[in-house]
């Protein structure tokens, strides 16, 4: 099966992390690619976060709801990362997002709920098709968690 290209595959050769002079020296010379990936997916969530947090628009006639920018965030960390790291970019962001703004109650839903559609933007080879999943996802979650909250 063909491995799918990423942001960061490529950036060290493969051959040269399975060397046993570079297993003892992991940290210095760069052949840990766990510490890349981690520190990527931080950073792109704290972008994100702040892409929410900085374009807060509230919607008038609504019960406190806001409409953000973090779907732009999530989506540009399908296309970059792939699925598995835009569900986590996704529900972190999204969980901070809450956290910050007030709306502790949805913290939880939303960790779930912009997880899930970080993960759909990414599962088909159709990109229109996941993005209709992933946004009915999104809207049908938040419409679930409303009823029930309210």
């Known amino acids: 099966m063909e491995q799918k290209h990423t942001f960061w595959s490529g950036w060290i050769p493969e051959e040269d992390c399975?060397?046993?002079s570079c297993r003892s020296v992991q940290l210095k010379t760069g052949c840990n690619r766990n510490i890349k990936k981690l520190t990527l997916l931080a950073i792109w969530t704290a972008v994100t976060f702040v892409l929410?947090?900085?374009?807060t628009f509230p919607i008038p006639g609504?019960?406190?709801?806001i409409l953000t920018l973090l779907d732009v965030g999530?989506?540009?960390a399908v296309f970059l990362f792939g699925k598995r790291e835009a569900a986590i970019i996704g529900g972190f962001a999204a969980f901070l997002l809450d956290l910050t703004a007030g709306y502790s109650n949805y913290m939880f839903f939303s960790l779930i709920i912009h997880g899930g559609q970080g993960y759909l933007a990414g599962l088909t080879r159709y990109k229109w098709l996941n993005f209709l999943l992933?946004?009915?996802f999104m809207v049908?979650?938040?419409?679930i968690v409303?009823?029930?909250m309210y």
């Open 74 to 76: 999530i989506y540009t």
């Open 52 to 55: 929410g947090r900085l374009f």
């Open 140 to 143: 049908g979650g938040y419409f």
């Open 18 to 20: 399975k060397s046993d």
């Open 62 to 65: 609504s019960a406190g709801n």
């Open 134 to 136: 992933s946004l009915v």
């Open 146 to 148: 409303g009823g029930l």
